[in-house]
């Protein structure tokens, strides 16, 4: 069993930081891409960063330069580091992860349970 946990989500004012962070552990083999993806209330869900486990990475347009995913391969976790932040970025923030399991060697995608992020004065 794998499990996902992720943190770190607050009300923050517009122009402020938060950093997330999101915890993988059970029978872990490997741990592929991890990734942050956000999702506001009537919208699609939508992918904000992802890193390979070789540590390249990919942002949406919209958070370039402002927002930076790390991970520790050591102790399987991900971080987003999230600076001037913006009201329209208010959302609940999910932790992905592509990871096989020593039970099987098989790769599936999961999900950590969300951390809602709330930009507001």
């Known amino acids: 069993q794998v499990q996902l946990v992720d943190s770190g989500g607050a009300l923050v004012q517009p122009g402020g930081s938060l950093r997330l962070s999101c915890a993988a552990s059970?029978?872990?083999?490997?741990?592929?891409?991890m990734g942050w993806y956000r999702q506001a209330p009537a919208n699609q869900p939508e992918l904000v960063a992802r890193?390979?486990?070789?540590?390249?990475?990919n942002y949406a347009d919209s958070v370039k330069g402002r927002f930076t995913i790390s991970r520790d391969n050591a102790k399987n976790t991900v971080h987003l580091q999230m600076n001037s932040l913006k009201p329209e970025e208010t959302a609940v923030y999910y932790c992905?992860?592509?990871?096989?399991?020593?039970?099987?060697?098989?790769?599936?995608?999961?999900w950590g349970q969300g951390t809602q992020v709330t930009v507001s004065s």
């Open positions: 890193i390979s486990s070789g540590g390249s990475t």
């Open positions: 059970g029978s872990i083999f490997r741990v592929y891409n």
């Open positions: 992905n992860a592509g990871v096989a399991s020593d039970y099987d060697l098989l790769r599936y995608d999961y």
